[in-house]
């Protein structure tokens, strides 16, 4: 299903078949937590935007408005009317970050609702039936996502028991995805990575998991606070212990920068949600760095966004109407700069995808990797 | 400027040509109080939903960004990249509701803005110099809104020096639209109806107003807490006086049935925020009557809002998926339920048109008048 096209170095240039249609590779997936962009963004507007795979949350969607619902009303594409690839996350993540008074056991994982204090149990077949009954393409494992730093001890049996698990996690995909009814029967399980800094524990956990033949393989539980050198240190030693012929998923990461140095490391997916969140303070992606829209400087200015931009918003709205929205504190702002923003990274990743496929990838990463990050 | 292309006994079809565009009346203008519609809809969305004119308030965008700094980047059409008509309030209904420890003086009003306290003078000169820079087609006189009830007295005393500030608005208007660098040198200048519920004020004072040969006259100081059936009464009361080759615009009205019923009273101009406004509480229009999003029998109702609207989210989006990203307090909800209900008033318009065209108004207001209204 993962078809590599060229390489430079470890980076990649491939296209992996799902469900819902072929995604390019290096790709970016835009982050519509609960069915929906934030910023009021619409489907329409990712179709608009470039978007290639959309990526929404397990544990918001089951406890709002549930996946029962999201089920009754024929899945997740339908109910946000969007008809290209969705990855649902496991739920894993969520439950160790927002949820409160949780107690983890072999079985899973029971806390309480974020939104109405109600008591839920998750565990590896939990996580399966709500992706299941959400319908995405790429269901991701349920696992326990560590703290980084952790004791070597707690991440070694944390490792252990999130293999375990996803041992489960397949066995429960395979059984939901052969109900006669099933939402999205061709939808698959990728496998998490996790290990926290310790690269031993990465290549023994990844050695585990790569055994189970999975379509597609994430490092999860980076990005939590460790530098940006130890997360390029964990990738590039765990990386060659990936399997050459599956995709590979850096989850929840991250700058332009972050992204362009991981795809030389041979990561193909990225998802983060900072282009919307900055973008929703008006802190603005360009391609010369990064500009804060609140600055008085653009009281006046009559530029688009980034004047090197061909998206819907540099297309036709000035710095200055922008800024004047998000001082005025009208939604509209937040909707389109978070769309240019996301257009942003979409263009990045086409960007990155035309010089692989060119040979000038090494160029690409020499004029780009720091200066995309650099506050201007 | 005005051609009445149809009668059908008191309403009238019509057009009327401004520098942006000519207007299909009877028109319902859509309201972006500071050069945005609440609820993250763009001038592009305008565009789709069939807005005709676009509203903004003078007090609002004279608070912020500044009339300069819009004037600066060449006017309010180019500043929220709307080429159609404009038409601003003259601040004269904001200064009396929203601004604080205001005074009211022959040469006009002082007051505290609502957004910093600062001090503001602002008599017709200054909101004829705030609407010249905003350069929209029809600037709205500078007059006192009195509230209803207020003592007949207070009330005729009020309606003098809103002539009085009539003639200085008119005589400000014209210095400044022959300035060589008047952003919009085709600025119309629309005369305000006075007079609260009192019949003998309101003609007397609209008398006093049609001598100054301005090219529109609006009525305004209604809908602002009297009867549905005093308002209508009033309207019949100073419509007889008003010039019949004149556009008539009933300020800050109203629901379906309200603007359905002032139609058939010879009103040709209409603005308000209830679509917008209700639109943001899940309150929407459909053709038969106004359905509640909130309710729970909506839950999983794959229907679109109005299964009769060719709206853009109606084509699109089901009230179950409308109405999880309004649980969910996703901004996305906003502009969808805010551009169903514009679209709607805006085909609302279409359709008695239409109807006062093809000679069936009086079918068209006894089947719609009052159903539109009804919660259902």
Chains 1, 2 share one sequence.
Not at 63 to 70: C, Y
Not at 116 to 129: H, L, Q, T, V, W
Request: glycine share 8%; with cysteine; aromatic share 8%.
């Amino acid at each position: 299903m993962f078809q590599l096209i060229t390489q430079s170095g470890r980076a990649r240039r491939g296209t992996f078949q799902t469900p819902h249609g072929e995604i390019q590779t290096p790709v970016f997936m835009n982050v519509g937590t609960q069915a929906a962009i934030k910023g009021a963004l619409s489907a329409r507007d990712l179709e608009l935007i470039g978007t290639q795979v959309e990526l929404s949350n397990t544990y918001h969607l089951h406890v709002r408005p549930g996946d029962r619902l999201i089920r009754d009303m024929g899945g997740l594409h339908k109910f946000m009317t969007w008809s290209g690839p969705i990855l649902t996350d496991s739920g894993g993540f969520q439950v160790f970050s927002l949820a409160e008074l949780r107690k983890i056991r072999e079985e899973g994982v029971s806390f309480h609702s974020h939104v109405d204090g109600a008591k839920i149990f998750m565990g590896p077949e939990e996580s399966m039936r709500i992706q299941s009954n959400l319908g995405s393409d790429i269901a991701m494992a349920f696992d326990e996502c560590v703290k980084i730093p952790s004791p070597y001890d707690y991440v070694k049996r944390s490792c252990e028991r999130t293999t375990r698990w996803l041992v489960r996690c397949k066995a429960a995909l395979e059984a939901y995805n052969s109900e006669s009814d099933a939402v999205n029967p061709g939808q698959m399980l990728w496998g998490i990575n996790q290990g926290a800094v310790f690269h031993d524990l990465r290549i023994a956990h990844m050695e585990e998991i790569a055994a189970l033949d999975l379509p597609g393989y994430a490092i999860g539980g980076l990005a939590v606070g460790e530098t940006h050198q130890e997360m390029y240190d964990t990738i590039e030693a765990v990386e060659e212990h990936m399997p050459e012929d599956k995709p590979r998923y850096l989850m929840g990461v991250g700058t332009p920068g972050n992204i362009i140095e991981s795809v030389a490391r041979g990561i193909d997916f990225f998802d983060c949600v900072m282009p919307s969140r900055n973008g929703r303070h008006g802190h603005l992606f360009t391609r010369d760095g990064v500009i804060n829209l609140n600055n008085r400087k653009y009281e006046r200015d009559a530029d688009p966004i980034d004047p090197q931009c061909d998206c819907p918003v540099c297309r036709r709205y000035s710095r200055s109407y922008i800024r004047h929205l998000l001082k005025a504190q009208e939604p509209l702002a937040l909707r389109l700069m978070v769309m240019h923003n996301l257009y942003f990274y979409n263009e990045l990743m086409r960007a990155i995808r035309e010089a692989l496929e060119q040979g000038s990838f090494a160029a690409f990463r020499a004029e780009f990797a720091e200066k995309l990050d650099r506050r201007i």
